[in-house]
């Protein structure tokens, strides 16, 4: 499919709060004139199609929590459910744990978030030292899904999938989910215009095979699909 560029825009140091850094790592999203883009301390919105940018902060738009904001964002606009959704990833604690927060608005509330937040220890209690890190956010027609790695001090342990409902997301009230984890394979990362089936990737070897996961939208568990 070929791509249009349709406007090149770059922001500088006041749209980002001075807060860029040579590993920016940045994700970017759109509705209409609604715009937003992170990086790795930054993000920053614009509502009238980029022409002026506002400096949104990701230390201080949320209360802290853990050890504060850390890095890592992804942006997301779903235009099915018309929600933003916007993925934090938050230092470890003393005790070497952290969470990772996920927020929602309406385009019609264009920056009134809700939130929730995850910590390993939601998944098993005895993971009080494993933290969160590397994440990635694609979805179906109808879930949000959400990937990490996650590490004891330096040492990688797993990765992760969690799986929400767009809809319950729209909703702003409880947050059910499900979620999957490998030993196997790390580093996952998500199909971006899924139908009805996530298919996520992982590598096998350093350079010559990568091997496919696919989890489908009706309930199910997640498939390998072999390596390639």
Same mark, same amino acid.
């Given at each position: 499919?070929?791509?249009?560029?349709?406007?090149?825009?770059?922001?500088?140091?006041?749209?980002?709060?001075?807060?860029?850094?040579?590993?920016?790592?940045?994700?970017?999203?759109?509705?209409?004139?609604?715009?937003?883009?992170?990086?790795?301390?930054?993000?920053?919105?614009?509502?009238?199609?980029?022409?002026?940018?506002?400096? @949104?902060?990701?230390?201080?738009?949320?209360?802290?929590?853990?050890?504060?904001?850390?890095?890592?964002?992804?942006?997301?606009?779903?235009?099915?459910?018309?929600?933003?959704?916007?993925?934090?990833?938050?230092?470890?604690?003393?005790?070497?744990?952290?969470? %990772?927060?996920?927020?929602?608005?309406?385009?019609?509330?264009?920056?009134?978030?809700?939130?929730?937040?995850?910590?390993?220890?939601? @998944?098993?209690?005895?993971?009080?030292?494993?933290?969160?890190?590397?994440?990635?956010?694609?979805?179906?027609?109808?879930?949000?899904?959400?990937?990490?790695?996650?590490?004891?001090?330096?040492?990688?342990?797993?990765?992760?999938? %969690?799986?929400?409902?767009?809809?319950?997301?729209?909703?702003?009230?409880?947050?059910?989910?499900?979620?999957?984890?490998?030993?196997?394979?790390?580093?996952?990362?998500?199909?971006?215009?899924?139908?009805?089936?996530?298919?996520?990737?992982?590598?096998?070897?350093?350079?010559?095979?990568?091997?496919?996961?696919?989890?489908?939208?009706?309930?199910?568990?997640?498939?390998?699909?072999?390596?390639?």
């Amino acid at each position: 499919m070929p791509v249009t560029l349709v406007r090149n825009i770059a922001l500088d140091s006041a749209a980002t709060g001075g807060r860029t850094l040579t590993i920016c790592e940045p994700t970017a999203a759109a509705n209409g004139g609604q715009l937003m883009v992170t990086g790795n301390l930054f993000s920053s919105t614009s509502t009238d199609t980029g022409t002026t940018w506002t400096p @949104l902060s990701p230390f201080t738009r949320f209360p802290r929590t853990a050890g504060g904001f850390c890095c890592d964002q992804v942006i997301l606009y779903n235009p099915r459910q018309r929600i933003w959704i916007w993925l934090l990833q938050y230092y470890q604690s003393p005790g070497g744990t952290n969470i %990772f927060r996920l927020a929602v608005c309406k385009e019609s509330e264009f920056g009134n978030w809700r939130w929730w937040d995850f910590a390993p220890t939601d @998944l098993n209690p005895s993971w009080t030292t494993l933290w969160f890190d590397y994440p990635d956010m694609a979805f179906t027609g109808e879930k949000l899904f959400v990937t990490f790695n996650a590490f004891i001090g330096e040492v990688w342990q797993r990765a992760f999938v %969690f799986r929400f409902s767009l809809s319950d997301l729209a909703a702003s009230g409880s947050l059910p989910y499900q979620w999957w984890t490998t030993i196997s394979s790390g580093s996952i990362r998500l199909c971006r215009g899924a139908g009805s089936v996530m298919y996520m990737g992982s590598n096998n070897t350093v350079t010559s095979q990568i091997r496919v996961f696919e989890w489908a939208d009706p309930p199910g568990s997640v498939r390998s699909r072999g390596a390639h």
